[in-house]
Every structure is written in structure tokens, then in C-alpha cells.
């Protein structure tokens, strides 16, 4: 079946490490995207590719990295200097600019 | 910054009732749009996308576009209990680039 797997689905980050996040998806897209949720919240778009051995900051990219070596993969590293780094975090993938997103399961990330 | 505005709600509507969900968005070169619907925990799922303005039904559920009031609706023709969920409204911005997302409406279909 086709889709956009994250992984892992819960995890856990002690203070000043650095944690990545997995995304893979089988579509075949060539968009790819990562939005942190917090309560309450909408999606906020943190970083995103257009293409391989591209991506672009969103909205709130500060204490984020992420790379776009192959088509199908697109990690994030959440690193030291997010200081608040709890929250939702979502991976979604698009074919052509009018289609929607189709988004992954999630992981979700909190403090030790 | 481009923005999209939803009523947080709670809207609570009676099961077999209509519920309305409403949407603002501030960049009026906007083509494209979408409502989505997020369980608790649980990741996005699309229900409707809407690029034209006027009606676009699917079920029990019809999208209102109006791109000159900068406007997107969602309609939920008799409401069940499962129905209950956040309703997120989803904007692409006009370089097409990415997806601007509300803050959500919580619905709450009571049997």
C-alpha cells in the first residue's frame, strides 16, 4: 500500500540532545513536509522540500534542521535548540501544487 | 504573514442536525482549499477540496467557496456522533509552495 510512514510513533528527548524524526513516503511525491501541533493548535509548517537536495524554512524553522538526499526520505532533526520541543509532529507529502496533502501518522515528542 | 481564521468553537449540534463550519483567509490569491478532519491524537484525513467558487457536495458533506468574501464553508448534513472531531481549514498560498492551516473548529454531535 502506498503512504507516508513515521516513525517512531512516540519519543522521548533528554535535555540538550538532539532527536530525528523519520519520514518515508512510497508516492512517489515530490513535496515534502513537516508541521508541529501543539493543544489546541493548528499545523505550523516547519520545513519544506520541493525537490531533492532542496528544502525551504516555514514558519518556525528555529531549532530545526532537516535534509532531502532521496526522494522518498525526509528526516527531521530536532536539535538542543528547540527549547520547547513538545508537541505533534507531522509529515505530509503532495503530488502538483493544487492537490491536497496527504499527511503521516505522526510522532509525538516530549521532555524527559 | 498569511493567515487563516476558524471559530475554535466547541460547536455542539444535536445528532441529525446541520453543522456549520465556517472560514476566513487573507491571501486573495488563494486557489486552492481544503477541510480536514483530525480525531484526537489522531492525524489530519482530507474530507473535501474546493478550487472553484460555489458548491462542491460529497455525502453528507458540501464545501462553500466564495473567493471575492475570502470565505470557505463546510456543511455536515445530518450529523452523527462520529462526526465529532476538529475540523481543520487549510489554505494553499499562492506561490503554491505550502499549506496555511486554522486553528481548528471542535465539533461535538451529541446522540
Known amino acids: 500500500d502506498g503512504g507516508i510512514t513515521q516513525s517512531p510513533k512516540y519519543l522521548f528527548r533528554k535535555e540538550g540532545q538532539n532527536v530525528t524524526l523519520s519520514c518515508e513516503q512510497n508516492?512517489?511525491?515530490?513535496?515534502m513536509y513537516w508541521y508541529r501541533q501543539d493543544p489546541g493548535q493548528g499545523l505550523r509548517l516547519i520545513y519544506y522540500?520541493?525537490?531533492?537536495?532542496?528544502?525551504q524554512k516555514g514558519d518556525i524553522a528555529e531549532g530545526y534542521s532537516v535534509s532531502r538526499e532521496k526522494k522518498e526520505s525526509f528526516p527531521l532533526t530536532v536539535t538542543s535548540a528547540q527549547k520547547n520541543p513538545t508537541a505533534f509532529y507531522l509529515c505530509?507529502?503532495?503530488?502538483?501544487?493544487?492537490?491536497?496533502?496527504?499527511f503521516g501518522d505522526g510522532t509525538r515528542l516530549s521532555i524527559l | 504573514q498569511k493567515e487563516v481564521e476558524q471559530n475554535s468553537g466547541p460547536l455542539s449540534v444535536p445528532e441529525g442536525a446541520i453543522a456549520s463550519l465556517n472560514c476566513t483567509y487573507s491571501?486573495?490569491?488563494?486557489?486552492?482549499f481544503f477541510w480536514y478532519r483530525q480525531y484526537s491524537g489522531k492525524s489530519p484525513e482530507l474530507i473535501m477540496s474546493?478550487?472553484?467558487?460555489g458548491d462542491k457536495e460529497d455525502g453528507r458533506f458540501t464545501a462553500q467557496l466564495n473567493k471575492a468574501s475570502q470565505y470557505v464553508s463546510l456543511l455536515i448534513r445530518d450529523s452523527q456522533p462520529s462526526d465529532s472531531a476538529t475540523y481543520l481549514c487549510?489554505?494553499?498560498?499562492?506561490?503554491?509552495?505550502?499549506?496555511?492551516f486554522g486553528k481548528g473548529t471542535t465539533l461535538s454531535v451529541s446522540s
Open positions: 491571501d486573495r490569491g488563494s486557489q486552492s
Open positions: 522540500s520541493q525537490i531533492v537536495n532542496d528544502f
Open positions: 474546493i478550487y472553484s467558487n
Open positions: 487549510a489554505v494553499r498560498n499562492q506561490a503554491g509552495t505550502a499549506l496555511i
Open positions: 505530509a507529502s503532495i503530488q502538483g501544487t493544487n492537490q491536497p496533502q496527504h
Open positions: 508516492l512517489n511525491h515530490d513535496a
